[in-house]
Every structure is written in structure tokens, then in C-alpha cells.
Antibody
Framework: QVQLQESGPGLVKPSQTLSLTCTVSGDSVNTGSYYWTWIRQPAGKGLEWIGRGHFSGSTNYNPSLNSRVSISVDTSKNQFSLRLTSVTAADTAVYYC??????????????WGQGILVTVSS | DIQMAQSPSSLSASVGDRVTITCRASQSISNFLSWYQQKPGKAPQVLIYAASTLQSGVPSRFRGSGAGTDFTLTISSLQPEDFATYYCQQSYSTPITFGQGTRLEIK
């Protein structure tokens, strides 16, 4: 059974960098078929795709965050990570990591981590 | 970005009802459409991908259809555990985008 678990600080100060890690068990992050994805959800609101990484080093980011975000995959630890710089209160959200399947161009997310609430506040 | 518009935003129904949720894309996305169910305090779970393929383990009362710009999720006979929020998601192009969600409540 594949499981993903987010970890990192639950409180980040404005202008600082948000750093989260997703630990994968039951699967390997260097499986070529998958992208490893971050998605966030502000309280009471919808889902926003942040971006994805592949063990090859390939990444794609949401242009709304492009200049502030980076995703990396660490095959030695079977983890992938998110860095979001210069955070503001608007970055307060539950952050989810997820495995992204891709079949004939269709991408979907399964499974997801349980989510981690990150609050940006001084 | 491709915009995904779901309707209705909320819906009240009873156990045993048949319900339909609609998702419309701002441009054609072929069948690059997935549906998720999210319960309060939990992560979303995929129900359907490629517009109409049922994810393993998902009950057959869930059905997806559509192609191009218009898609539907139908639940044939609502069960108590189906009351949740549902999201559509396109993967035709990045950024991947989601609909705003449809909250399904008990009448």
C-alpha cells in the first residue's frame, strides 16, 4: 500500500521560505511513470495545483507561483520536497503531496498525503 | 490557463436519489478529466479518470461521462457516505486546474 506523509513547520513568518517534505512508502520515487506533486487548499476553498517533479529532474510549476516555487525529488531518501519563497498570508493553506499517474496523457492524483496546515503569520 | 466551472456549487439530496454534477472546461480538453471526492478534514480521493474510467475500488454507482468541454459525474443511488464535496480536474495542459467544487449535502 502506497502512503505519502507531509512534514515541515506549521508556522512560517511572512517573507520567509516555506519548506515541506513528502515521504513516500510502498513505492519508489524513481519510478519513471510517476510525477510527484504538490497541491494546496486554503481553508474553505478549492484546490490549487502548485507543481510537480520527476526523479529525472524535470519539473513543472504553476505560473502563478513560478518565480517562488521549486520542487525536488530525493531518490536516496525516497522523498520529494517543496520550497516556496517570500511567503505571505495568502500562502496559508493545507498543503498536500500526491503521486501523479500519467496514462495516454491523462494525469490524476492517487494517493494523497493527509495534508499539513501551514500558517503564514508573524 | 484552462478554467473549469462546476455546477451546481451546492446540492441537497436524499439517500437513494440520483444526482448529476456538471463540469465545463473553458476549451476542449478531450477526455483529460478526473473527478475527486473530498470529505471534511480529509484529502481528496480520485473516483474517475480519463472522463469515464472508474478508479479501482470505487463503487459502480459512480459514473463519469463526457468529452471535449462538457462532463458529468452521476451518482446513481446516493449512500450516506457519498455526502461530500466533489471536484473535477483537467490535465490537458499545465497548469493543471480544478473546478471550484460541488458540495453535496443531505436534504
Amino acid at each position: 500500500q502506497v502512503q505519502l506523509q507531509e512534514s515541515g513547520p506549521g508556522l512560517v513568518k511572512p517573507s520567509q521560505t516555506l519548506s515541506l517534505t513528502c515521504t513516500v512508502s510502498g513505492d519508489s520515487v524513481n519510478t519513471g511513470s510517476y510525477y510527484w506533486t504538490w497541491i494546496r487548499q486554503p481553508a474553505g476553498k478549492g484546490l490549487e495545483w502548485i507543481g510537480r517533479g520527476h526523479f529525472s529532474g524535470s519539473t513543472n510549476y504553476n505560473p502563478s507561483l513560478n518565480s517562488r516555487v521549486s520542487i525536488s525529488v530525493d531518490t536516496s531518501k525516497n522523498q520529494f520536497s517543496l520550497r516556496l519563497t517570500s511567503v505571505t498570508a495568502a500562502d496559508t493553506a493545507v498543503y498536500y503531496c500526491a503521486r501523479s499517474f500519467r496514462v495516454r496523457g491523462v494525469n490524476w492524483f492517487d494517493p494523497w498525503g493527509q495534508g499539513i496546515l501551514v500558517t503564514v503569520s508573524s | 490557463d484552462i478554467q473549469m466551472a462546476q455546477s451546481p456549487s451546492s446540492l441537497s439530496a436524499s439517500v437513494g436519489d440520483r444526482v448529476t454534477i456538471t463540469c465545463r472546461a473553458s476549451q476542449s480538453i478531450s477526455n483529460f478529466l478526473s473527478w475527486y471526492q473530498q470529505k471534511p478534514g480529509k484529502a481528496p480521493q480520485v473516483l474517475i479518470y480519463a472522463a469515464s474510467t472508474l478508479q479501482s475500488g470505487v463503487p459502480s454507482r459512480f459514473r463519469g461521462s463526457g468529452a471535449g468541454t462538457d462532463f458529468t459525474l452521476t451518482i446513481s443511488s446516493l449512500q450516506p457516505e457519498d455526502f461530500a464535496t466533489y471536484y473535477c480536474q483537467q490535465s490537458y495542459s499545465t497548469p493543471i486546474t480544478f473546478g471550484q467544487g460541488t458540495r453535496l449535502e443531505i436534504k
